[in-house]
């Protein structure tokens, strides 16, 4: 899923695509993805972008006339810009928005089709969508503390949970809790002071950095469809199972639940314990190794 970076960078590339023009034609494709009545999306045609602005992981489009068109893509929505008269990328299109200089294309790959489109009108609308996470990038330390401590959660859980901190998922939770050096499976009142202040610096250096990384990865053409992925060659830790961590070298471990996989160093995140895998350590029980230096034997 499209986190806090990625959601910039598409806002950036919209604002200077759509923003002061209208939209000429609106074509719903996908049967899922409109999940909204009223106002009717058809009314869209005509209407003046005024702004593009992120909520979370959502991506807004204010519309003139107090509308706001709030796209979510989920795991695998990916947003494309045509050139006008270009051939829509067949069944992977879910909608699709006309400007005179080009179309915006909502696409989703696979066949859990998950990604939302709501067109809801005044901001009051809007501000019921919203799950109220801390903007980490502009918060201080103080309400960063006061967040993070309002429940009693893993780092893990409290980093990913929207309604605690807004845009941050799987991806760069893993990110932030290496470069913090602080473990996935620690509870949130554990923490003493110092760590508290590691991880607030951390979570916006990292978030901060990737931001800018992108930005110039980007610069004056719309990100690809590919090139918007929780899996970078520069990541520490997230998706790098078995890869040496850049700082220490020693092999990134996992914790895979359902469909999510946390990845860390367990030399620089859990004091070398490794971490025990739902599934696998079930499996070996007694023969689990319970520290790195255990496991490379």
């Not at 409109?34 to 979370?56: F, H, K, M, N, W």
């Not at 699709?96 to 200089?101: C, Y």
């Not at 990541?235 to 020693?250: D, I, L, M, Q």
Request: net charge positive.
């Amino acid at each position: 899923m499209p986190e806090a970076p990625d959601i910039t960078i598409y806002v950036e590339a919209l604002q200077e695509r759509v923003k002061g023009r209208s939209i000429e034609r609106v074509r719903i494709l996908g049967p899922s993805v409109l999940r909204s009545v009223e106002p009717p999306i058809e009314a869209l045609t005509g209407r003046r972008v005024e702004d593009v602005r992120s909520q979370g992981k959502r991506i807004v489009l204010d519309v003139t006339g107090g509308w706001f068109l709030v796209i979510h893509l989920m795991i695998a929505g990916r947003l494309r810009w045509l050139k006008p008269g270009t051939r829509l990328p067949g069944r992977l299109s879910q909608a699709a928005f006309e400007f005179t200089n080009g179309t915006l294309v909502l696409t989703e790959a696979g066949t859990k089709k998950r990604a939302t489109i709501l067109l809801v009108e005044g901001e009051s609308a809007l501000a019921r969508l919203d799950r109220g996470g801390l903007e980490v990038g502009s918060a201080n330390l103080a309400s960063f503390r006061e967040t993070l401590l309002s429940g009693n959660h893993t780092l893990k859980r409290a980093l990913c949970n929207p309604a605690t901190f807004s845009g941050i998922g799987n991806a760069y939770s893993d990110e932030i809790l290496h470069a913090a050096g602080l473990s996935p499976v620690t509870l949130t009142r554990k923490l003493s002071d110092a760590e508290i202040e590691r991880l607030h610096r951390a979570a916006r250096e990292t978030l901060e950095s990737w931001t800018a990384r992108l930005r110039k990865q980007f610069a004056g053409r719309f990100p690809g469809p590919g090139e918007v992925t929780a899996f970078r060659d520069d990541f520490a830790v997230h998706g790098r199972f078995g890869k040496p961590c850049p700082v220490c070298g020693t092999n990134v471990q996992r914790i895979r639940y359902a469909d999510r996989e946390t990845n860390y160093c367990p030399r620089c995140q859990t004091g070398g314990r490794v971490l025990a895998d739902r599934s696998l350590s079930r499996l070996l029980r007694e023969d689990w190794p319970r520290t790195i230096d255990a496991w490379e034997a």
